[in-house]
């Protein structure tokens, strides 16, 4: 079973983990896990996922579309 953090940095959001630390998503990863914990519907997952990330990094440097975190949230939901 792989981990929400295993599955968000291989990912890496915000490509920064060539150049940040490791743990660079930890606040992120433990909300996603907070939010998986109480709902599991995919679709709310990727609005969250898409919606977390935009905030933490902003559009300049987040990209992702909401299809692609839909793929990850789906990958997420099939770990649990």
Same mark, same amino acid.
Not at 6 to 12: F, R, T
Not at 16 to 31: G, K, T, V
Not at 36 to 46: E, G, K, N, Q, Y
């Given at each position: 079973? %792989?981990?929400?953090?295993?599955?968000? *940095?291989?990912?890496?959001?915000?490509?920064?983990?060539?150049?940040?630390?490791? *743990?660079?998503?930890?606040?992120? #990863?433990?909300?996603?896990?907070?939010?998986?914990?109480?709902?599991?519907?995919?679709? +709310?997952?990727?609005?969250?996922?898409?919606?977390?990330?935009? %905030?933490?990094?902003?559009?300049?440097?987040?990209?992702?579309?909401?299809?692609?975190?839909?793929?990850? +949230? %789906?990958? #997420?939901?099939?770990?649990?």
């Amino acid at each position: 079973m %792989r981990s929400v953090k295993a599955i968000i *940095n291989q990912w890496d959001p915000a490509d920064l983990l060539m150049h940040a630390p490791e *743990n660079e998503y930890h606040s992120e #990863i433990e909300a996603i896990e907070s939010f998986v914990a109480t709902c599991s519907d995919i679709i +709310a997952l990727a609005e969250y996922i898409h919606t977390l990330f935009l %905030r933490a990094f902003g559009s300049d440097v987040f990209t992702a579309s909401p299809k692609e975190c839909e793929e990850i +949230a %789906r990958k #997420i939901v099939s770990t649990e």
